[in-house]
């Protein structure tokens, strides 16, 4: 099975900042990576698939980039809405992965 | 509007089984695979399951494979999933998820609110 390895793990920023998060996965992906916001008690929210595509509705300061095994999700200009947890997904193989996520806080 | 209702979840005892279900409607359910996803308490997401439209294949996590069983019926536009020897360490919050593929990727843009499954004594 592919692992995924987000970092970090917890990040404190304040609003205005700019911040990213990196996922690691153990095999190249080609590309196969999305993000997802979650908050407390809903479900996920997909932002970024096919590692920079951003979906429809989601705020251009969402930007994601990445190849082989090296991905970031990059938020420019935090706003208040944004402090969740974050989720790197990939779907390269058949069984797919998630990272185990990055709580962004105030 | 895309519509996913998860229910079946509750309290059973380690050992026991459960089956989840999974209400479809504003899209044609029989053109999409469709996934299981699971959260444990304060932990991250798992992906559990998969299944293909006509449900010729299905994948799943090692962790349940040999005990979970995804299935769909396609008139009914529902996704199921069969729990059977159940162990605490499933109990989790299991959302469906529907798989979208763009250029050749998937993601899943919709899901449902999740259906909350407690395995104890």
């Known amino acids: 099975d592919i692992q995924m390895t987000q970092s970090p793990s917890s990040l404190s920023a304040s609003v205005g900042d700019r911040v990213t998060i990196t996922c690691r996965a153990s095999h190249s992906l080609s590309g196969y990576l999305n993000w997802y916001q979650q908050k407390p008690g809903k479900a996920p929210k997909l932002l970024i698939f096919s590692t920079s595509s951003l979906q429809t509705g989601v705020p251009s300061r969402f930007r994601g980039s990445g190849s082989g095994t090296d991905f970031t999700l990059t938020i420019t200009s935090l706003q208040p809405e944004d402090f969740a947890t974050y989720y790197c997904q990939q779907t390269f193989s058949n069984l797919f992965t998630f990272g185990q996520g990055t709580k962004l806080e105030i | 509007e895309v519509q996913l209702v998860e229910s079946g979840g509750g309290l059973v005892q380690p050992g026991g089984s459960l089956r989840l279900s999974c209400a479809v409607s504003?899209?044609?359910?029989?053109?999409?695979?469709m996934s299981w996803v699971r959260q444990a308490p304060g932990k991250g997401l798992e992906w559990v399951a998969n299944?293909?439209?006509?449900?010729?294949?299905?994948y799943y996590v090692d962790s349940v494979r040999g005990r979970f069983t995804i299935s769909r019926d396609n008139a009914e536009n529902s996704l199921y999933l069969q729990m059977n020897s159940l162990r605490a360490e499933d109990t989790a919050v299991y959302y469906c998820a529907r798989d979208e593929a763009a250029a050749g990727t998937v993601h899943f843009a919709h899901w449902g609110q999740g259906t909350r499954v407690t395995v104890s004594s």
């Open positions: 299944i293909k439209q006509d449900g010729s294949e299905t």
């Open positions: 504003g899209f044609t359910f029989k053109s999409y695979w």
